[in-house]
């Protein structure tokens, strides 16, 4: 069996959790206190995932840039793909919080929206 040690980021307790594994499956979690750290804890050994958060170059704009961030959490091996996309990519103004830049960012299911607006010069 092979134990893998982390800090849950589930809650703000911040518990040291403590995952026992077996053929790549979670078979145990110890040290949370919550059930968000059993969730946590399985999901970040067997198939860790992140929510990005980044800007996309604003064209039309009084501000050069836009703040965006993936709609769902995506595969944490697929994080350089998803920032490679969004740093090609250009959004023409106005853009509104909400709004699609990006849709299936690198495959991932998830689509690259805005989290801030750019109005039109």
Do not use: H, W
């Amino acid at each position: 069996m092979d134990k893998r040690e982390l800090t849950c980021i589930g809650c703000p307790m911040g518990c040291f959790l403590t995952v026992m594994l077996e053929n790549g499956e979670a078979v145990s979690v110890e040290g949370n206190t919550c059930q968000k750290g059993d969730i946590y804890a399985r999901k970040e050994v067997v198939n860790p995932t992140r929510i990005v958060t980044s800007t996309v170059k604003l064209e039309g704009s009084d501000r050069s840039r836009v703040s965006v961030k993936t709609s769902t959490d995506i595969p944490k091996s697929k994080i350089f793909d998803v920032m490679k996309e969004i740093n090609e990519a250009i959004a023409k103004a106005p853009v509104s919080i909400g709004d699609v830049i990006i849709k299936n960012v690198a495959g991932t299911g998830s689509d690259i929206i805005a989290t801030g607006n750019g109005d039109l010069i």
